[in-house]
């Protein structure tokens, strides 16, 4: 998978890409390396990271080889914003998920240095009862010892029993690529053959 290009970001719903085309979700919590994960899968730094959480506030359209989508849902979860524009936010990305019926795959990122949120939960929760297939990602391993990695194994299958490494469970540092093969191997098989 070489070639990734910026469509569109959306802010409204009505703008969706009118292209029918499948599409994989990237959600969770905001600063969680959504966008550094899709410019390491692709060697490019189309997708713009930030320090400060919070910055994507659009749904984020890539096309994968004129193919499928990439879509960086806005982080959630991020204080400095008002509740009334966290409800907004919400309300939004259960609008798409209900009226998307393109959406193949979810992958919910998560941070590996630390446990799941409730809005992880209540997220994983929410993909189980659309019945979207769905993989979670631990992000960020690189900042992690392995007696560590493998204490956050154990907690984040406490709040996700249905997580198995292997099966749809990730392992992913944009840093070191760790997990990258995994991640091209599992969309080239999804949406290239």
Wanted: glycine letters at 4%; a positive charge; proline letters at 4%.
């Amino acid at each position: 998978m070489k070639k990734i290009e910026f469509i569109k970001a959306v802010y409204n719903l009505s703008e969706l890409p009118k292209q029918n085309l499948p599409t994989v979700v990237l959600c969770g919590r905001s600063n969680v390396g959504k966008s550094s994960f899709i410019n390491s899968i692709f060697n490019t730094k189309m997708a713009k990271t930030s320090s400060s959480p919070g910055k994507t506030r659009s749904i984020n359209y890539y096309l994968v080889e004129n193919k499928f989508f990439i879509v960086d849902l806005p982080g959630f979860g991020y204080a400095k914003v008002s509740k009334k524009e966290r409800d907004a936010w919400q309300h939004l990305l259960e609008k798409y998920f209900s009226i998307n019926e393109n959406i193949k795959l979810a992958m919910h990122i998560i941070d590996s240095r630390h446990d799941p949120m409730q809005l992880d939960i209540e997220l994983n929760g929410f993909l189980h009862s659309i019945n979207i297939p769905y993989f979670l990602l631990m992000n960020k391993t690189d900042k992690l010892k392995q007696s560590e990695l493998a204490a956050a194994k154990k907690r984040v299958v406490k709040f996700f029993p249905e997580i198995a490494l292997g099966e749809n469970l990730l392992l992913y540092s944009s840093i070191k690529g760790t997990g990258k093969k995994e991640v091209v191997k599992l969309l080239t098989s999804l949406f290239l053959m």
